[in-house]
């Protein structure tokens, strides 16, 4: 039972870094903008959150410059690919080269250095642990906390709103949306700089909410995870949810068990969370185009394709 209590009490704080990044694709490739930049978009969320923490600032404002770090090289891919009209897959993994690579420069002198986070909902609260539900929620933080209240907005906005609406029709007919007096190249970038806000966000919640340190390569491929949890969601924020809590569970198995001191092959059992990515990519692959996917997703749009 105790295993059990503190696995359950830790999943959230596995998944948020997913459900962030993957309702940041959602909206991203809701307008028809393949983005595969999620691992360096919260690589570089991830260092600029703890450099804030490190240089003075305090948690929440470090999460506030990760946001904002990783818009900033999300307009880079958004200029590339809505404004230059670049491949969408190429410019993705170039995003993931530079956020690999300017963290990998600036962030080494910061690596290694511990720093207080941001507290949690027992502490901000005075939540004690001597009920089961006092142990399950006193260690949560208040990003998780709020967490499903934005998939309700994000699910709202995008089925029961005009602007909601006018994104997604950019996803699956731009030259309909276009006749219709939508302004193509504004939706998608501001859809790309979303996406960068809350991958930004997902990178900041690692170092600061969830490790306390800046670590090179702390993302570890959750960037790739987050892409295929997209996939399983359909596209979905309420999917992404729970598809979230499923990858964060098995994110969070080999913690648990090595806290309790059990005999069993961690290196293998680490790979779990990818088995899973590799095996949702897999069944997507044999079903052909998955239910929900934008129709014109990762197709560069001429405004002349109209006609």
Same mark, same amino acid.
């Given at each position: 039972m %105790?295993? *059990?209590?503190? +696995? *359950?009490a830790i999943i959230p704080s596995y998944a948020t870094p997913l459900l962030l990044a993957s309702l940041g694709l959602i909206i991203c490739e809701r307008a028809g903008i393949l983005n595969l930049g999620a691992e360096g978009l919260m690589a570089i969320g991830a260092m600029a959150g703890a450099l804030t923490v490190l240089s003075g600032g305090n948690a929440w404002a470090a999460l506030g410059a990760g946001a904002m770090a990783a818009a900033a090289l999300a307009l880079l891919f958004g200029l590339a690919t809505v404004v230059m009209r670049a491949d969408h897959t190429l410019a993705g993994l170039s995003i993931v080269a530079i956020g690999l690579g300017v963290t990998g420069v600036l962030g080494r002198p910061y690596a290694q250095k511990t720093f207080p986070g941001i507290e949690t909902l027992g502490d901000i609260f005075g939540i004690g642990r001597d009920s089961l539900m006092g142990r399950i929620i006193s260690v949560q933080d208040p990003v998780t906390a709020v967490l499903p209240v934005v998939v309700v907005a994000l699910w709202w906005y995008l089925h029961k709103t005009r602007a909601g609406? =006018? *994104? =997604?029709a950019v996803g699956e007919n731009p030259a309909a949306a276009d006749v219709a007096g939508i302004d193509i190249q504004l939706t998608q970038l501001t859809a790309v700089l979303a996406s960068g806000v809350l991958c930004g966000l997902a990178g900041a919640y690692l170092s600061v909410a969830t490790s306390h340190v800046w670590?090179?390569?702390?993302? /570890? /491929? =959750?960037? +790739?995870v987050a892409i295929a949890l997209v996939i399983f969601a359909r596209w %979905?924020? /309420?999917r992404a949810l729970v598809g979230a809590l499923l990858f964060g569970a098995a994110d969070a198995l080999v913690p648990r068990l090595q806290a309790i001191g059990a005999d069993f092959p961690v290196y293998l059992t680490m790979t779990a969370p990818y088995i899973l990515t590799l095996g949702v990519l897999f069944l997507t692959s044999l079903r052909g185009r998955t239910s929900g996917e934008p129709s014109f997703l990762g197709r560069i749009y001429l405004r002349q394709d109209k006609h």
């Open positions: %105790d295993f *059990l209590i503190g +696995w *359950l609406l =006018r *994104l =997604r670590v090179e390569g702390m993302v /570890a /491929a =959750r960037g +790739w %979905d924020p /309420a």
